[in-house]
């Protein structure tokens, strides 16, 4: 049969091409997203080079989905009512056979709310993201460093990724109780903890302490204490869980202080609590700081004991009494969270204009709501509201100009840079901190100059140049 033969299902025939075309972009773009799926899926990320395939495929037919738009507007435009992009379909007509409320209505019961449907345009925007979203997990390296994976998936939630990708990160990661399903945990926090060699021939995984140690830190310190001193196999079991739970308490830490500065990504602060947040920020990052700077400490050593060095020269001397870069980067962050809070309270403390009263609950409510889960846990020690008030009660404007931790954050910066030249992202992110810190130290002392005599004077913060550390802003009315 010839083309010739085929009769056209338009009654315009010059409709036909245009028509086919709209329908063939659909369809190829529900058979690449099908496969883009189904190679994602593969076990230990085999079939994430083909998934960026269909995905780059996908894309290209969401174009010519956008482009098939005007075509079909072409030929209804005139009996369609209402604004074309907020329909859901690029017609402006009601879809045939789809039912918009089918799923609500079968679903199980759940209290009464609003679906609102994607128009046509803000679907294929939906798709777009996810698809970029999806190829920046399939473009992952699947690097076996525990830190660089970390950092990985913290980069990656900044895109604000929707369910559907963040679980398909979650898929790839940990597959058969590995590691992209090939690499055993254990082994992972071996590399991650710089664990010594010994670790491989000792069976200390099955250990009852080594089971215990996220939950039970003192029961694993008393039991231990108890058989440090039995043999020397037990005194070598004893070195690994030190080493090991150094390495836990740094990543307990680490985790806190991801869980506070997400509160601030999820706007969940009021002004008048970021003088409580930052000091239980300072607190977490003084902890975070000490247990990295002693895990490279150890790390360094269980190194150097590898290499067999006989006499350390006067330069290795000297180079292992700097600060190490990693631990000056957490004092800067340090150097700000301490700046804000102590600037936050001398506010509170001397206008009272500036943090009033809550009509519906007390600053020591508010902090129990904010940090339960940390203070429960005990991260860190000793950490309260009690301890709160008074490290905040008595800030002052003038004890505020007795020290600028600005200045001290904005040099940290300044001189760390260097050794992050090869690092583009933390080198982005001391340019910020560096920036914060530049115009809070000038705020800072227009507010102990002025604060107290100046009744006009309005202090607002605002992230404009970072996500978690506020810049201050200092103006007359």
């Given at each position: 049969?010839?083309?010739?033969?085929?009769?056209?299902?338009?009654?315009?025939?010059?409709?036909?091409?245009?028509?086919?075309?709209?329908?063939l972009?659909?369809?190829?773009?529900?058979?690449?997203?099908f496969?883009?799926?189904?190679?994602?899926?593969?076990?230990?990320?085999?079939?994430?080079?083909?998934?960026?395939?269909?995905?780059?495929?996908c894309?290209?037919?969401?174009?010519?989905?956008?482009?098939?738009?005007?075509?079909?507007?072409?030929?209804?435009?005139?009996?369609?009512?209402g604004?074309i992009?907020?329909?859901?379909?690029a017609?402006?007509?009601e879809?045939?056979?789809?039912?918009?409320?089918?799923?609500?209505?079968?679903?199980?019961?759940?209290?009464?709310?609003?679906?609102?449907?994607?128009?046509?345009?803000?679907?294929?925007?939906?798709?777009?993201?996810?698809?970029?979203?999806?190829?920046?997990?399939?473009?992952?390296?699947?690097?076996?460093?525990?830190?660089?994976?970390?950092?990985?998936?913290?980069?990656?939630?900044k895109s604000?990724?929707?369910?559907?990708?963040?679980?398909h990160?979650?898929?790839?990661?940990?597959?058969?109780?590995?590691?992209?399903?090939?690499?055993?945990?254990?082994?992972?926090?071996?590399?991650?903890?710089?664990?010594?060699?010994?670790?491989?021939?000792?069976?200390?995984?099955?250990?009852?302490?080594?089971?215990?140690?996220?939950?039970?830190?003192?029961?694993?310190?008393?039991?231990?204490?108890?058989?440090?001193?039995?043999?020397?196999?037990?005194?070598?079991?004893?070195?690994?869980?030190?080493?090991?739970?150094?390495?836990?308490e740094?990543?307990?830490?680490?985790i806190?202080?991801?869980?506070?500065?997400?509160?601030?990504?999820?706007?969940?602060?009021?002004?008048?609590?970021?003088?409580?947040?930052?000091?239980y920020?300072?607190?977490?990052?003084?902890?975070?700081a000490?247990?990295?700077?002693?895990?490279?400490?150890?790390?360094?050593?269980?190194?150097?004991?590898?290499?067999?060095?006989?006499?350390?020269?006067?330069?290795d001397?000297?180079?292992?009494?700097?600060?190490p870069?990693?631990?000056?980067?957490?004092?800067?962050?340090?150097?700000?969270?301490?700046?804000?809070?102590?600037?936050?309270?001398?506010?509170?403390?001397?206008?009272?204009?500036?943090?009033?009263?809550?009509?519906?609950?007390?600053?020591?409510?508010?902090?129990?709501?904010?940090?339960?889960?940390?203070?429960?846990?005990?991260?860190?020690?000793?950490?309260?509201?009690?301890?709160?008030?008074?490290?905040?009660?008595?800030?002052?404007?003038?004890?505020?100009?007795?020290?600028?931790?600005?200045?001290?954050?904005?040099?940290?910066?300044?001189?760390?840079?260097?050794?992050?030249?090869?690092?583009?992202?933390r080198?982005?992110?001391?340019?910020k901190?560096?920036?914060?810190?530049?115009?809070?130290?000038?705020?800072?002392?227009?507010?102990?100059?002025?604060?107290?005599?100046?009744?006009?004077?309005?202090?607002?913060?605002?992230?404009?140049?970072?996500?978690?550390?506020?810049t201050?802003?200092?103006?007359?009315?």
């Amino acid at each position: 049969m010839s083309c010739a033969d085929l009769e056209p299902l338009q009654s315009n025939p010059n409709l036909e091409e245009g028509f086919c075309k709209a329908l063939l972009c659909r369809l190829r773009f529900r058979k690449h997203f099908f496969h883009v799926l189904s190679c994602m899926k593969r076990p230990q990320g085999r079939g994430l080079e083909s998934a960026r395939k269909h995905i780059a495929s996908c894309l290209t037919e969401l174009e010519s989905i956008l482009k098939s738009a005007d075509f079909l507007r072409s030929c209804f435009d005139e009996s369609c009512e209402g604004d074309i992009d907020d329909k859901t379909t690029a017609s402006g007509f009601e879809p045939i056979g789809f039912d918009a409320m089918l799923n609500s209505r079968l679903s199980a019961p759940t209290p009464p709310r609003a679906i609102k449907i994607l128009s046509w345009k803000k679907a294929v925007e939906y798709f777009v993201k996810l698809l970029h979203d999806l190829d920046v997990i399939c473009s992952y390296s699947l690097d076996p460093h525990l830190e660089s994976l970390l950092r990985f998936v913290v980069q990656f939630q900044k895109s604000q990724p929707d369910l559907v990708a963040r679980s398909h990160l979650q898929l790839l990661l940990v597959q058969d109780g590995k590691l992209y399903g090939r690499d055993p945990f254990f082994a992972v926090i071996n590399k991650a903890a710089a664990l010594p060699e010994a670790t491989k021939n000792q069976d200390i995984q099955k250990n009852e302490s080594f089971l215990q140690l996220g939950m039970l830190e003192l029961a694993f310190r008393n039991e231990c204490g108890e058989v440090s001193s039995s043999s020397n196999d037990e005194n070598t079991c004893m070195k690994i869980f030190q080493h090991i739970l150094l390495w836990v308490e740094e990543q307990t830490f680490w985790i806190a202080f991801r869980f506070l500065i997400l509160g601030f990504e999820l706007e969940l602060y009021s002004t008048g609590e970021y003088c409580m947040v930052y000091w239980y920020l300072y607190a977490v990052l003084i902890k975070l700081a000490e247990k990295t700077h002693l895990m490279m400490a150890v790390s360094h050593d269980t190194a150097k004991r590898k290499g067999k060095k006989k006499k350390d020269s006067p330069k290795d001397l000297a180079r292992e009494s700097r600060i190490p870069p990693a631990v000056l980067f957490l004092q800067c962050y340090i150097c700000l969270a301490e700046g804000l809070t102590m600037m936050l309270a001398a506010l509170r403390n001397e206008i009272p204009v500036f943090h009033g009263p809550s009509p519906f609950n007390t600053e020591h409510e508010k902090f129990v709501q904010h940090f339960e889960l940390l203070q429960r846990a005990c991260i860190p020690d000793h950490v309260s509201y009690l301890s709160y008030k008074e490290s905040t009660t008595h800030a002052r404007f003038s004890t505020l100009a007795m020290y600028n931790y600005f200045k001290d954050a904005q040099r940290i910066a300044k001189e760390v840079k260097s050794s992050f030249s090869n690092d583009p992202e933390r080198l982005a992110e001391l340019r910020k901190l560096e920036q914060v810190a530049e115009h809070n130290s000038v705020a800072q002392n227009v507010i102990c100059r002025l604060g107290a005599l100046d009744p006009s004077l309005k202090v607002s913060f605002e992230f404009s140049h970072h996500p978690f550390f506020a810049t201050v802003v200092v103006k007359r009315s």
